[in-house]
């Protein structure tokens, strides 16, 4: 799809539709201009016409150029493989624009984080508490990621969170966190229940805030990817392949093929282990301790074979800008097939110890349901999202080498966590498929890599962790440093789905629902 | 019943044997303090794991610690769920002002006697986040830190053996 195929698509769905600009810069990027009056309605046009929940909404500060904040939304033409992103002008004198979040609720939390990082206003919104500038200890007035922020020494409180109170005969609140029993990220949650079913739970996240967005800026491309793998340790790799996905594009590199399978196959060592700890964890939290120590084991083989193929257990320092520092010889090669071959019998015998446990399926079986509706309009993304019947995997809608493997997407209906679970039994053995299969395309030729011309541009980076999406959106100067770099990881959209699932469910259920999403706290808070 | 019988038939011991290793070198504090841990907590400490904004790999070694291959508890190494119930915080984490009430008062909820390991390069000294303006810096600014244990994130291996190298006086 081009340019003017997607403008006559909006129209069609908002008459006298006009851009001010339309661009196509990378063949999956469009880039539109609009008024900022226009700009909601075409937002809502296009989440309902791809239909694509709102796949980011941030701010970038411009004042310095054109004395304006800049609004951009990005949507996902799943259909085309391509990127659309939106974009206004906001007065710096007075910023603000109007609010999208009633009409489109996945617009809500964005909303809410331009307002508390830029003090850009979303007029009529709902709601404009702050998300990780906690009232207790920040100030009000002062906004980090614009440019002329200056860091206070001494920030003062400003006031209290409110949380949602529920009232009633019976009902009491059971506050939980931010430290809590496991060794687990700190995050809040507040439940309301009436004798033991769950009527309302808040989760108030940001305690993990370390103002990553800011400390991007300035930083030279290299040293930025060490950040962006230390944003979510677990997804320390799908991070780094989305960040020099972004750097890639705006240099105009083209990464050999050998390293773009050598990457796919740490980005499914990352989602294997990742998701046989998560079965394990289901097993902890419902008190069933074999599979959990099997799948432990399991996991800290994939572990050691990652530090194996790259020194690094959790695959950090080895992707850089242009290609990848670990290489495939036949000996690497070796390891990795027959190590693969012990985990995946392994991986067969826990499927079966929990498949073959009525107890266990009884449990995780219709508990926190995540109705498909609910998902869509929350914008749920990844895997959770394809639990609940979304089918939504960037390894499908942009395959690049998935393509040839015929890559099969795992999807459920249900959203409960059996569902969960189910996903990533599927997913686990689809990675081992894919694995193999790549590893034998892989063929060593030394190509001569070139340095990196840093060039000034802005670009959309993206890949598919193992939660979901991880986007990038990038700007750069002429040096190659970096100006504005805005992040969104899965958890970010998924964590208020959560909330919705647990509903209903029992407290002593809620480790369990938890543990099916296993979201990042790290990676919410940034 | 069948399956949990064979695998665990099959799978046998997997504990790895892990020596301490007394050769290393440690950012911890005096010998007088020590000795005085060591003679409290050498042969049963019970740890509680707080996150002050680490991006979650320390956390995934520390749980890796506990699993069937290294089995921290064979040592006499405990994670509690309370701080009520601990003898130490081990501290990941570059320090979130949001964690700073937290982290003060999962301290002062322990009984005494107490004290603090940080565990990974950001509890050090704030580590990549260091200039960050959410970010508080090193740990040992805010409480009382004993021991350190480095890496990014340290491995099951180290936590371990640093651990063992502090407790242990003649291994």
């Known amino acids: 799809m081009d340019c003017p195929e997607i403008i006559s698509g909006i129209k069609k769905n908002l008459p006298g539709f006009a851009a001010i600009s339309c661009s196509q810069n990378y063949p999956d990027e469009i880039y539109i201009k609009v008024e900022p009056s226009a700009f909601n309605d075409t937002c809502l046009a296009l989440h309902e016409m791809l239909p694509s929940p709102v796949m980011m909404l941030f701010a970038v500060d411009e004042r310095a150029k054109s004395k304006q904040f800049e609004i951009k939304a990005v949507f996902a033409n799943f259909k085309k493989s391509q990127w659309i992103i939106l974009g206004m002008d906001v007065p710096s004198d007075d910023p603000c624009f109007e609010s999208m979040a009633k009409k489109i609720h996945s617009a809500s939390l964005f909303e809410r984080e331009i307002y508390e990082m830029f003090g850009i206003t979303p007029k009529n919104s709902p709601d ?123 240099f105009g590199i083209s990464v050999s ?47 050691q074979l990652n530090e194996m193929l790259t020194g690094n257990r959790y695959l950090k320092g080895v992707n850089r800008v242009g290609g990848i520092l670990a290489v495939f010889d036949e000996t690497k090669k070796g390891i990795l097939l027959s190590s693969l071959d012990k985990i995946k019998n392994d991986f067969g ?94 063929c060593l030729q030394r190509e001569d890599r070139h340095m990196p011309q840093p060039k000034a541009g802005t670009a959309l980076g993206y890949a598919e962790s193992w939660r979901g999406p991880v986007l990038y959106w990038l700007k750069t100067d002429q040096a190659g440093l970096i100006e504005r770099c805005k992040i969104v990881d899965p958890s970010f959209h998924n964590w208020q789905a959560l909330s919705y699932a647990a509903l209903g469910n029992i407290i002593p259920d809620f480790p369990l629902c938890n543990k099916s999403f296993d979201l990042s706290y790290s990676g919410n808070d940034l | ?112 006697p107490k004290f603090v390991i940080t565990c990974g390069d950001c509890a050090l000294k704030g580590g990549l986040f260091k200039d960050s303006y959410y970010t508080e810096g090193a740990v040992k600014d805010i409480l009382p830190v004993a021991l350190h244990i480095p890496g990014c994130p340290p491995s099951p291996t180290t936590i371990i053996k640093t651990l063992l190298a502090f407790l242990r006086q003649d291994v």
């Open chain 1, 128 to 250: 404009l508490r702050r998300l990780n500038l906690h009232d207790e200890v920040w100030p009000k007035g002062s906004y980090p990621l614009r440019k002329d922020f200056k860091k206070a020494k001494s920030p003062t409180a400003s006031g209290e969170y409110k949380f949602v109170r529920v009232e009633g005969d019976g009902v009491f609140e059971i506050p939980v966190g931010p430290v809590h029993a496991g060794i687990i990220g700190p995050g809040h949650f507040r439940f309301s229940v009436a004798g033991e079913p769950i009527i309302n739970l808040e989760s108030r996240l940001g305690f993990t805030h370390r103002g990553v967005e800011k400390l991007f800026e300035g930083k030279h491309y290299n040293d930025a990817i060490r950040i962006a793998e230390c944003i979510s340790g677990d997804a320390s790799f799908g991070h780094s392949l989305a960040f020099t996905h972004a750097v890639e594009k705006i």
């Open chain 2, 1 to 112: 019943m069948r399956h949990i019988l064979k695998n665990r038939i099959l799978k046998g011991v997997v504990a790895r044997h892990i020596e301490p290793d007394l050769s290393i070198e440690m950012e911890s504090i005096g010998s007088e303090l020590r000795s005085l841990i060591r003679k409290k907590f050498g042969r049963s400490l019970h740890i509680r794991e707080v996150d002050t904004g680490s991006c979650g790999a320390c956390e995934s070694e520390i749980i890796s610690a506990n699993n069937p291959i290294y089995d921290l508890q064979r040592f006499g190494v405990n994670f509690a769920a309370s701080p009520r119930h601990a003898d130490a915080i081990m501290v990941t984490g570059p320090v979130s002002k949001n964690m700073l009430i937290a982290l003060k008062s999962t301290y002062e909820a322990m009984p005494d």
């Open chain 1, 257 to 303: 093929l050998q390293d773009v399978y050598s990457r796919a196959i740490f980005l499914e060592l990352e989602r294997m282990y990742n998701h046989v700890n998560d079965m394990g964890g289901m097993a902890v939290d419902v008190g069933f301790s074999f599979p959990a120590a099997y799948a432990s084991i399991i996991k800290e083989a994939i572990l």
């Open chain 1, 349 to 442: 015998e826990l499927v079966k110890i929990l498949n073959s446990s009525v107890s266990f399926m009884d449990r995780v079986d219709t508990a926190g349901v995540l109705r498909k509706k609910t998902a869509e309009d929350l914008g749920v993304v990844g895997l959770v999202g394809r639990a609940s019947g979304i089918p939504m995997d960037l390894r499908k809608h942009f395959p690049g080498v998935y393509k040839d493997a015929k890559f099969k997407m795992a999807i459920g209906q249900s959203g409960d966590c059996l569902a969960r679970l189910k996903i990533r039994i599927d997913e686990f053995e689809e990675s081992y498929r894919l694995i193999e299969l790549f590893a034998k395309k892989i």
